[in-house]
């Protein structure tokens, strides 16, 4: 009997991996495993991507100026703030329209669908001589600058990108030497996995609630 209860009460979970963030889904919900269908594909559309970009940059990977990485918020493509512009400036410098054109053929062709991020950092020493109020300015107008970049040169459309500079509150080394510094200065390129809220009926709602799975024989 206590077995018979404990079946008829579990509710089986099912998680999955995305671009290091794990998700839970009820075995036997239909609109989760339309979730789990979605975020497989996108894995693997960020997968492709990744291998595209590492080919595409791979003198750029090796000179260290690029950097790809899969990690919890999608796939990240870090550009050194170097490499982009020149010292505290946010003009984009011809030199590394490259770099941009060939994250942007990426963009349109293998993940078209998928929303785009772009945030600026920089280090934490002072503004001194630029003209910038604050690093939060300088970072927010280099990524609105890659934005623009990709919208108005490459055509990306707009209302996939989004631009947000974070100034130097999110360092990824150490300001205390040049070598950390340069790293922290940088713009990233994140593609964003996208998740499509599914319409339920009253039905599955209540199915969703109990945990129970329908019948086969209504479920077409």
């Not at 690029?66 to 870090?78: D, F």
């Not at 280090?123 to 604050?134: A, T």
């Not at 209302?159 to 790293?183: D, F, H």
Request: hydrophobic residues 35%; charged residues 30%.
């Amino acid at each position: 009997m206590k077995n018979k209860l404990f079946k008829t009460g579990l509710i089986i979970f099912l998680s999955i991996t995305l671009a290091g963030c794990t998700f839970i889904f009820q075995k036997g919900r239909r609109s989760d495993a339309q979730k789990i269908e979605e975020l497989s594909q996108q894995l693997d559309e960020l997968n492709q991507a990744k291998r595209l970009l590492e080919n595409a940059l791979s003198k750029e990977i090796q000179d260290k100026q690029v950097k790809l990485e899969m990690m919890e918020k999608g796939l990240v493509i870090t550009v050194l703030g170097d490499v982009l512009f020149d010292s505290g400036k946010a003009k984009v410098r011809s030199e590394s329209f490259s770099i941009l054109d060939k994250v942007a053929t990426v963009l349109k062709e293998n993940v078209p669908k998928l929303n785009v991020g772009i945030e600026g950092h920089t280090d934490n020493l002072p503004i001194k001589f630029s003209g910038w109020r604050s690093n939060w300015e300088l970072s927010t107008a280099r990524a609105l600058s890659v934005l623009h970049y990709l919208v108005e040169e490459k055509n990306i459309s707009p209302e996939r990108v989004s631009a947000i500079g974070y100034g130097e509150y999110t360092p990824v080394a150490s300001n205390s030497t040049k070598e950390g510094r340069q790293l922290n200065r940088r713009v990233e390129i994140v593609i964003l996995p996208q998740f499509t809220k599914t319409k339920e009926t009253k039905e599955t709602k209540e199915t969703e609630e109990t945990g129970l799975q329908e019948p086969a024989e209504n479920l077409k």
